[in-house]
Structures are given as structure tokens and as C-alpha cells.
């Protein structure tokens, strides 16, 4: 089983004045991020607030980024505390064909190690198509061992890779020491990608390439092939904007930030909120200074 590559772009999900999907923009911006150097795209994930999103949104939303950039670059956010709604999820995405489905840990119940390997067990059961592990224990509250994935890599055919979002090289490396040859292991933070992959990591489900891909993709690319110094320097020139896109509660800021580089997607729903001034200021800066927006206010 394979996944679209190495530069994976976490989607946010395009929202109208109104707080409405946009599915027209949903479309433009998967093309734009495809033609700016991201291999795949995840969509309903974190970054596209998938707590928000209806089953009918969810649907909608897979069937327009598929036809806009087809299923074979597409891989679906099914998570849920709720394993059978998660294997709904996973039921559906599988029909329309995508090249993989993005399985978080179980949020809010908290369930043990037990309740994490049966939970994990039954998604990777109910589909033939690749599963991505997702590891944030700061969202779930849970965080999942090495030794766990080591065995859910083992026994479980489709689950072939995991997102690391711990923010901790040293869990990733556990994950790595625990896990068979051809096991992908993605950074979860955009700022840990080159660490991550020195030590043997495949590559990032990335928030900034929204706004850096092509940048990123170089980035990729040369930490593959060994090429340290041009990695190094491209992970310094984009370190700050990295982190600043986390500055407030994601997705708002890279959705600010992909409104000042002339692609635009809305704003955020509740319980989440748009930047405020003082963070917009902070935000412009970062993107200035990463080239992103240009004295202009054009993209660079």
C-alpha cells in the first residue's frame, strides 16, 4: 500500500460569509495547493475543523476536492470517539476511492491502551484502503505508545503509517525503533520535519505549505536525499512562519494568512474565532518576512 508522497498538506475546509461550506473554493484551493507542490491532501482533519463539519458537509467536501484533484491524492479525516462513527467514515471514503484515511486517536472518553488498540483494530478491519495513525495527544488528551503502534503495524495490514504531533523527537523516534521497515512516519509539526526526518521519518502533514509549498517541497526533497545544507537552510528561512501559523488557535491564522496571499477561504466557525488585531499585525509580519506577502500585499 502507498501514500501520495512526502509533502502532505493538512486542508482547511473553505467556509462562505455566511459560515456555509464553499465547495467551489474547497475545489480551487486543493488545485492550488496540488500546483504549489503538495504530493496529497487530508482533508476533515484538525486543521479542517472536522468537529463542525455535518456527515452531509463531510461528503460534500470529499466529493469536490476528489473530482477537483482525484482520489488517488486524497486522503479522508475518519476519526471520531465514537469507533462505529469512525467506521461509517471510513466505509464511505473508501467507496469513493481515496488513496488513504487519517484515524486520530479516540478525543474526550479517554480510553486506555486496551480501548486504543480495540478502537484502532476495528477501523483498520472495516477498510481495504491505507490508515494513517494520528498521534496529538494535546487535542485527545491520549497519547499513543510505541509499543502499541509496533503492534498495530505488525498485525494489521492497512495501517501503514502514523502522524506524529507530540512536538517530541524522542517519541518519534520511539515510533521508528518500534515499527517495521516501510513504515511512513509523518511529522505532524511543520518546524520538526527536518529533525524528524534525519532520524528516518518519510515526511510532513504540513499546515504551512498552505502558504510555502513550494519551499516545503524543496525542503522534502533535499532532507530525502541527504542534502542537510539545503534542507537546513530552508528550514531556518521558515521556521518562524512555521510557528507563528500557530500563534492563536489553528486553523485561524492560516486562514488569515492565505487570505493576505490572494486565496482567500473564509474565516473559522465556532467555538473557534478569527485573529484579532493585535495577532493580524503579529501574523502580516511573519509572512512579510518569510515572502510570503510582498510590500504589495501580493503573494511572493
Known amino acids: 500500500m502507498t501514500l501520495p508522497g512526502r509533502l502532505l498538506t493538512a486542508m482547511v475546509t473553505p467556509f462562505g460569509t455566511d459560515g456555509s461550506l464553499d465547495l467551489p473554493a474547497a475545489a480551487h484551493l486543493a488545485r492550488h495547493l496540488v500546483s504549489e507542490g503538495s504530493e496529497g491532501l487530508v482533508i476533515n482533519g484538525t486543521t479542517g475543523e472536522s468537529p463542525t463539519l455535518s456527515e452531509v458537509e463531510r461528503d460534500a467536501l470529499l466529493e469536490a476536492v476528489v473530482t477537483a484533484v482525484g482520489a488517488d491524492r486524497v486522503l479522508m479525516g475518519t476519526g471520531s470517539n465514537d469507533t462505529a462513527a469512525a467506521v461509517r467514515m471510513a466505509h464511505r471514503a473508501a467507496q469513493r476511492g481515496v488513496a488513504g484515511l487519517l484515524v486520530i486517536a479516540p478525543y474526550y472518553n479517554k480510553p486506555d491502551a486496551r480501548g486504543l488498540e480495540a478502537h484502532f483494530r476495528a477501523v483498520a478491519a472495516a477498510t481495504d484502503r491505507p490508515v494513517v495513525l494520528y498521534n496529538h495527544p494535546p487535542r485527545t488528551g491520549v497519547a499513543l505508545t510505541a509499543s502499541l503502534v509496533g503492534r498495530l503495524a505488525a498485525d494489521c495490514p492497512t495501517i501503514v503509517a502514523l502522524k506524529d504531533s507530540s512536538a517530541s523527537l524522542d517519541v518519534a523516534t520511539e515510533f521508528l525503533l ?36 513550494p519551499r516545503l517541497r524543496r525542503l522534502v526533497e533535499a532532507a530525502a536525499q541527504g542534502d542537510l545544507p539545503t534542507a537546513r537552510a530552508l528550514h531556518l528561512e521558515l521556521y518562524d512562519l512555521m510557528q507563528g501559523l500557530f500563534l492563536a488557535p489553528s486553523p485561524a491564522p492560516v486562514k488569515a494568512a492565505l487570505a493576505w496571499a490572494g486565496v482567500p477561504v473564509g474565516g473559522v466557525r465556532l467555538p473557534l474565532v478569527d485573529l484579532d488585531a493585535t495577532d493580524r499585525q503579529r501574523l502580516e509580519a511573519l509572512l512579510r518576512k518569510a515572502g510570503v506577502v510582498a510590500a504589495a500585499g501580493v503573494t511572493a
Open 178 to 213: 518500534a515499527t517495521p521497515p516501510g513504515f511512513l512516519l509523518y511529522s505532524g509539526n511543520d518546524s520538526l520535519t527536518l529533525p524528524i526526518m534525519t532520524v528516518g521519518g518519510h515526511g510532513v502533514i504540513s499546515v504551512a505549505a498552505h502558504v510555502a509549498g
